[in-house]
């Protein structure tokens, strides 16, 4: 067992502030699990209420009978400290404080106060998630923290990259969106003022995670820069990391000091830090996204030289550009190839790179090329751009695109644009674990930062 | 009368090529029309026909009843310059060609054929669009020359961006996804080979046209160099020109050569080029449409200060970020303001640039602080970050910003992320004339651009 596990897998909860009135915090977080049919134990703790949502109700954590893996309090500011100590006393497994006003808005005495408190805690081996919080969302074990109605913020669906996030409202708005786009998760954490756990301890946690495939993070800047860096290198080693740093300028620093009071630190220290730690820098949420997409589907790339494969030559000259912009390069197909191409193939089939199929291109064509690229040594990665504006490609060269990847050996990703018909076609694509995107840079950068996640862990 | 009206907005049309069998070039052609109600005479010529589609066909376009103002050639490419002497003969104002087979393949011979019929026409007036094009599409006059079929291609509906492109595939592919989008466009045209009317001559056209508001370009190569950027130079005195380049790298180059045969010249080169004319350089597909956007939306910034102002911290920091990399500054307010809003606010809202309004901002909050922001002479331009993550926030935030922002003097863009609820919110806002993104970067660029463009014209 874990230490962190409480957080994630707990078997009993005590709710300390739990409410009877519809849109309070303490309600929301309570409904969530009686929703969720939660498996584990739940005990509402308020000294003013018998029953809550019809649970029984504890005027303190110390009458919980049984233990208590974790608590999660929402009682005002003032009154944490408190209730930390009562759930100190009934030796809790885990605390996860959402309620706010300490140090970050600058209450040192409250958060002097609270620090005592968990200190207690710590001697006897109790873990604190934050204060100011929205504490952890698990897609697997139903734990759901978030005090955001559903109405209003979405829960994603189950999925294999987890998020950690130093700000409540980006992360909250990112699963909302998320859950729109039925990306799934597996796990989420805002650990707010991270008095006790912080980005590193959750790094090393969901590094042992076998739920969490890929790890992204919204960092600020780490409490404790050594500790978060060593945490990184050894967890990059096992799965990828995808980082974006908020405060990589001057003025984003000052605004970093007054929304978390970290310090943001230079950007140049922290790109060099990132890659030394082999940790991936998306340098926008857009990146985020589609690294975290590109990660999770496509296997390990051989080195980075990229065939791309289209039936649109402008879309073509842009995927070249932005991959050569990335630092990749364009493939050469061994001469074996071009013959069995040119054999196949109509003569106005531009048989380069990009390998232009030209707006007549069928299916078949389609599905022929991409078998032959596929198998030519001197490919590492493919760039398959599909327009299906053109009446001669239908839902058959989205199934034999799913046939022939099924169990590719290369990464490959298909950049498609277009309305309805174009969309639906990619999402059939994604369901059957293919990458897919609808612009040539976000394409050329997921290469870019597969290929180097993997060229630093000696794989590339 | 322009020169080029007639393609635009012709009075009879000779439809060369007319199909009867469903699917084919000549048949989805005049189809468009038809199914349009196009006011015009259509004049399907087909000389193995009687009627097609329902019209009485011609054998020739010379036999068709009274003048013929456009022509649009389907017919395969080695019928091509007969029929084109053809319409030479008849004296046809415009000639689309959007047969192809020409210098896109090699085919020299052919294209020489082709070019002296056409130089025949051009003495006395007749002017020519493609060859290998897909035409034009007018969204008010409702031409659509568009063979491919609309359940692949949806057509956008009517707006005040037009856009010319030099790749059909890229273009169409575009129209679709703006279809889809519900952006709607004025007028896109996809010339081809350009073998008579290139980018200049559009531009030109576009500048002079009452119903575009801003232009967007994918550009490969210019045919004619100095031509383009001194009528570049003059339209962009008047609106927005808006391009992507394709064949920025050297590799993109050589794809480019392989695609439409131009010269794609050094990145350093178009860029000071693309400077001095005041062309809006977008880097990425998004640009493009994000600036679009921006530009038919937005009014005339006079500086580049610009305030945020946000209920989520992290976006706060991230949107400085992106600005500050941007090259835009954050504004200063004045003593004046800031001594009203914190009259006007709680004490934990965060009176700095971004103004941080924090997670339990409500409606009211969000009005007072952007009237506030609005009135203030150091602020040039706005970045209002809205998260409907929290219950404090629902449609009267929505429409309250409306209200606040219908005769804005200043740009303001409304960066909003989520799922279905934001989302909705989103298209409320974009009802009502307002630009939002879901992204800080591209909230930046956009910002950015606009900024730049009226610098250059003197006006910010």
């Known amino acids: 067992m874990h230490a962190l596990d409480c957080f994630f897998n707990p078997q009993s909860i005590a709710f300390i502030g739990a409410s009877r009135e519809p849109g309070k915090v303490g309600y929301v977080v309570l409904q969530n699990f009686i929703r969720n049919r939660f498996k584990g134990k739940l005990y509402p703790v308020n000294p003013n209420a018998q029953t809550i949502q019809s649970l029984q109700s504890y005027p303190s954590v110390k009458k919980a009978p ?9 009682v005002p500011g003032p009154a944490v400290p408190q209730v930390v100590s009562e759930c100190v006393a009934k030796k809790v497994k885990g605390v996860c404080i959402i309620s706010a006003g300490f140090s970050e808005v600058g209450n040192e005495v409250l958060t002097k106060q609270l620090q005592r408190e968990m200190e207690k805690g710590l001697k006897q081996g109790t873990r ?6 929205l504490g952890v969302l698990d897609t697997q ?28 409202a980006l992360g909250s708005a990112i699963l909302d969106w998320d859950a729109l786009k039925g990306y799934g998760i597996n796990k989420f954490v805002s650990y707010g003022n991270a008095m ?27 409490k404790q820069g050594r500790k978060f860096f060593e945490t990184a290198k050894k967890v990059s080693a096992k799965k990828p990391i995808i980082a974006i740093k908020g405060g990589v300028t001057e003025q984003g620093g000052h605004a970093v000091t007054s929304h978390t009071g970290s310090l943001a630190g230079a950007k140049e220290v922290y790109e060099a830090a990132f890659r030394q ?3 991936v820098y998306a340098h926008s949420m857009e990146e985020v996204f589609a690294f975290a997409r590109t990660f999770t589907t496509e296997p390990v ?16 000259v842009l995927a070249t550009d932005a991959l050569i912009q990335n630092g990749l390069e364009l493939a050469q197909l061994n001469p074996k190839t071009l013959k069995e191409l040119q054999q196949g193939m ?31 040594a001197n490919v590492d990665m493919v760039l398959l751009i599909m327009l299906f504006q053109v009446p001669t490609l239908n839902e058959l060269a989205v199934r034999m695109t799913s046939t022939a990847l099924r169990e590719r050996k290369k990464p490959v990703i298909v950049l498609s644009v277009g309305g309805k018909y174009a969309e639906s076609h990619k999402m059939a694509l994604e369901q059957s674990s293919i990458t897919t995107f609808s612009s040539p840079s976000e394409s050329a950068s997921s290469l870019r930062a597969l290929y180097e ?6 794989k590339a």
Chains 1, 2 share one sequence.
């Open 66 to 74: 049984g233990e208590v893996d974790l608590a999660i309090i929402t």
């Open 128 to 133: 604190f998630i934050g204060p100011n919080c």
């Open 141 to 168: 074990t139903k734990v759901d923290m978030l005090f955001l109605p559903q109405e209003r913020l979405g829960r994603p669906g189950k999925g294999v990259v987890s998020f950690i996030s130093q700000s409540g």
């Open 196 to 222: 006790d756990i912080d980005e590193a301890d959750l790094l090393e946690y969901l590094g042992e995670d076998p739920g969490t495939k890929a790890i992204v993070l919204y960092l600020e800047g780490a």
């Open 277 to 279: 730690a082999n940790i």
């Open 301 to 316: 790339p051989k080195g980075k030289r990229v065939q791309v494969i289209t039936n649109g030559g402008g879309y073509g």
């Open 346 to 376: 109509p003569s106005h089939v531009v048989l380069k790179n990009p390998l232009d199929l030209t707006g007549d291109a069928d299916n078949m064509r389609f599905k022929r090329a991409l078998e032959m690229v596929l198998q030519d």
């Open 453 to 458: 996640y993997y060229a630093r862990r000696g």
